[in-house]
């Protein structure tokens, strides 16, 4: 059974989640404007993983015996943005969905909530790997300077990606 606390801040993340997902969405397709696929796969392919994490936290509630409440998702604003400036920005909001997730498992913890921990356990290492997979394309954005073949092969190498 879920303290009320925690099941209203699991609900806010299942928002963020969705945002996430949203945000993702929205830079695949400024992607796809810009004439470069590889890239927007990626980011078609992260938003599809955020909703997969909205849904593992709708579950979890339920299992709880808890109920889900859904809110309004924000309007993703990414304005006119160049590659690099896309990634940077997916960088920023991993990292404040990392914050977010410490919350919670901060909460559980101070709650004593302990099947929420076992829980959370996966988000957290979930987080730190798509911290470091986003900073792994940034740096190789970095290294290939303003060449555009270089961001063609960077392209090429994500369009691969098959989950
Ligand atoms: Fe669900 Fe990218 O955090």
């Known amino acids: 059974m879920l303290k009320p606390k925690m099941e209203k801040m699991l609900n806010e993340q299942i928002n963020k989640e969705f945002y996430a997902s949203?945000?993702?969405?929205?830079?695949?397709?400024?992607?796809?404007?810009?004439?470069?696929?590889?890239?927007?796969?990626?980011?078609?392919?992260?938003?599809?993983e955020e909703i997969e994490h909205a849904m593992k936290i709708y579950s979890y509630i339920h299992e709880q015996?808890?109920?889900?409440?859904?809110?309004?998702?924000?309007?993703?604003?990414?304005?006119?943005?160049?590659?690099?400036?896309?990634?940077e920005k997916a960088l920023e909001h991993e990292k404040y969905v990392t914050k977010s997730i410490n919350e919670l498992m901060d909460e559980a913890v101070k709650s004593n909530d302990y099947a929420t921990q076992i829980f959370l356990q996966w988000f957290i290492m979930e987080q730190l790997e798509e911290e470091s997979s986003v900073q792994e394309i940034i740096d190789s954005l970095n290294n290939m300077g303003d060449s555009k073949a270089g961001l063609y092969?960077?392209?090429?190498?994500?369009y691969k990606r098959k989950e």
């Open 65 to 87: 015996g808890g109920n889900v409440k859904l809110d309004a998702i924000d309007k993703p604003n990414v304005g006119e943005s160049a590659i690099k400036d896309l990634f």
């Open 22 to 48: 949203y945000l993702y969405l929205d830079m695949a397709a400024k992607c796809s404007e810009m004439g470069r696929p590889g890239f927007a796969k990626w980011f078609k392919l992260q938003a599809k």
């Open 153 to 158: 092969v960077i392209g090429r190498k994500l």
